[in-house]
Nanobody, 126 residues
Framework: QVQLVESGGGLVQAGGSLRLSCAASGRAFSRNVMGWFRQTPGKEREFVAARSWSGGVTRYADFVKGRFTISRDNTKSTVYLQMNSLKPEDPAAYYC???????????????????WGRGTQVTVSS
């Protein structure tokens, strides 16, 4: 089992920045692909970013490319999402997820992930 706890959400003005953190505990964190997803009321949860267990491979949704950066510190069992140039369409609950198979090609697929945090809310004021 992997337990995930997100933090760092809050209210920020459009154009501003936030850094989300996801602290993992449980089984060996460094073997998991880690992802970030987001969800707004009435919509499906959507992929935002993912990073391989070694940290060498990343993938981003088109709508965050150039603005968001996913990073991880395996020594701290923590993954981060640096969000810059936040837009009015970015507000959502942001969720951290860990996969079970350390398999990056499926990193954008929701069912690929076996462990989820409870989410942290991001609000952007215009």
């Amino acid at each position: 089992q992997v337990q995930l706890v997100e933090s760092g959400g809050g209210l920020v003005q459009a154009g501003g920045s936030l850094r989300l953190s996801c602290a993992a505990s449980g089984r060996a964190f460094s073997r998991n692909v880690m992802g970030w997803f987001r969800q707004t009321p009435g919509k499906e949860r959507e992929f935002v970013a993912a990073r391989s267990w070694s940290g060498g491979v990343t993938r981003y949704a088109d709508f965050v490319k150039g603005r968001f950066t996913i990073s991880r510190d395996n020594t701290k069992s923590t993954v981060y999402l640096q969000m810059n140039s936040l837009k009015p369409e970015d507000p959502a609950a942001y969720y951290c997820a860990a996969d079970r198979k350390s398999y990056m090609p499926d990193c954008t697929i929701l069912p690929h992930y076996g462990f989820w945090g409870r989410g942290t809310q991001v609000t952007v004021s215009s």
